[in-house]
């Protein structure tokens, strides 16, 4: 990394913390948050549950090309297409050929990061498909032209007003900054797009591989509309997803909305075996009733082959992408997402970037991370990141010789991060 770069990360980095709408977005989310999670856990022996979350992902990870196998198998036998993407160019490259093939002109997306990962959208679009997203806070940074800072929230960094002020922007009339009233617009915008796309794209939170399930955890609605009203649904699934089975999934989806937003069950869990059905007349199955007729899994490697095989850091394989460690980050706090991490956000973003997007994309965020262990508390994998963190740097002072030294940027902001433990 150029010294001016650094330079210019670092000068990024104190304009972000002395940014007060950054500020005023990020402390109304972190307050929601902990109340929020705090009821959402009181219900469930957290310790228990992660040790359990933990010992399957363990599990699942160790037999993953078993997983893989099996999985495969049994989508393929109701019905689903899989294809196993080594790269972020070959999962690219199958859905932009499928999308042009079938005549393709309008994609609906609910939120996925793996898509994000592989960069999916300037692909369609380049490839003359209008891919639209629809989750609420995914579809503010796309009309913002941004990035989400956020896996779980991809919005986080924005006020209600300048929500206000974007979505007053794109509708050319004004909307008061009520969020009620916010969500209406989005509503009513989408709505169409649901209807008229040829294509839903969506990732999946579970992949069950003795049933070939995935399964999608969500709340706007959106997922269910875009894995169910286009003609083609394509999953884009990290095959850390992989579970061996519907007992294996359970534990995790206690655990993983009460840990992200606080719910005991998000408004829709949806489970998706293979297209739409039907064998109603003379008990003939035909695909595609009034779901969509195909359904392409797009298995997603892309770095995680080499993850699994690193000992030293295949514990970021065990993440459910709940979020909770980046809310309660004091770093990411500071800064949020579009400063400390590339794609993935946060401490655990910033250790899966170096695999998925290379370790040049990593190296100026792991310098924000000053090892407070908050992110473990929380973590219903009990990941590690800290370490990890510390091992990479390491890795790069071993190969360059380089210190990287931007906690300092930090010091004297983060003043007393004991007052953000939930
Ligand atoms: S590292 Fe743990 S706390 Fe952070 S997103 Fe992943 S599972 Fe959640």
């Known amino acids: 990394m150029p010294r001016s770069n650094h330079r210019d990360y670092l000068r990024r980095v104190r304009k ?20 929020a999670r705090a009821e959402g856990l009181a219900s469930v022996d957290f310790d228990a549950l992660s040790q359990q979350v933990r010992a399957i992902k363990e599990r699942a990870i160790e037999h993953l090309p078993a997983l893989i196998a099996r999985f495969r198998q049994e989508a393929e036998g109701v019905g689903a297409c899989v ?14 050929d499928l999308a042009r093939r079938q005549g393709v002109t309008l994609a609906v997306k609910s939120k996925s990061m793996a898509t994000e990962e592989i960069g999916l959208n300037p692909a369609l679009e380049a490839a003359g498909v209008r891919s639209v997203e629809t989750d609420l806070g995914e579809w503010v940074v796309q009309l913002a032209g941004e990035r989400p800072s956020h896996m779980v929230s991809p919005a986080i960094h924005k006020t209600r007003e300048e929500v206000a002020e974007l979505l007053s922007r794109v509708t050319g009339r004004h909307i008061d900054p009520d969020i009620p009233s916010l969500v209406k617009v989005a509503r ?17 939170n579970i992949a069950i591989a003795e049933t070939g399930t995935l399964v999608l955890v969500t709340n706007e609605g959106n997922g269910r509309l875009a894995s169910s009203l286009p003609p083609i649904h394509v999953a884009v699934v990290g095959i850390e997803k992989l579970v061996r089975s519907l007992d294996d999934a359970v534990p995790i989806l206690k655990i993983l909305a009460r840990n992200s937003t606080g719910q005991t069950l998000t408004s829709y869990t949806t489970f998706i075996t293979g ?63 579009h400063l400390f991490g590339h794609i993935y956000t946060g401490a655990i973003g910033t250790v899966l970037t170096a695999w998925h997007h290379g370790i040049e994309n990593a190296k100026e965020p ?57």
């Not at 009513?188 to 999946?204: D, K, P, W």
Request: proline share 6%.
């Open 83 to 96: 294809y196993e993407a080594k790269t972020a160019e070959d999962a690219r490259r199958y859905i932009v």
């Open 366 to 422: 792991l310098g924000l991370c000053h090892g407070c262990r908050y992110c473990v508390d929380v973590c219903p994998s009990r990941i590690d990141t800290p370490r990890m963190v510390l091992r990479l740097r390491e890795r790069i002072v071993e190969n360059e010789g380089l210190p990287l030294a931007n906690s300092a940027a930090l010091r004297g902001v983060v003043r007393r991060p004991e007052r953000l433990r939930a």
């Open 188 to 204: 009513a915008e989408l709505r169409r797009c649901f209807v008229e796309a040829q294509m839903g794209i969506t990732g999946a």
């Open 16 to 35: 972000a913390a002395e940014d007060p709408q950054l500020r005023r977005a990020m402390n109304r989310a972190a307050e929601s948050y902990s109340a």
């Open 275 to 337: 297209p739409s059905r039907t064998s109603d007349i003379e008990k003939t199955p035909v695909l595609g009733v009034h779901g969509p007729q195909q359904l392409h899994i797009v298995l997603l490697d892309n770095g995680r082959g080499a993850l699994r095989n690193d000992p030293e850091f295949r514990e970021s394989l065990y993440c459910i992408r709940c979020g909770a460690c980046m809310y309660l980050c004091p770093a990411f706090q500071v800064v949020a997402g």
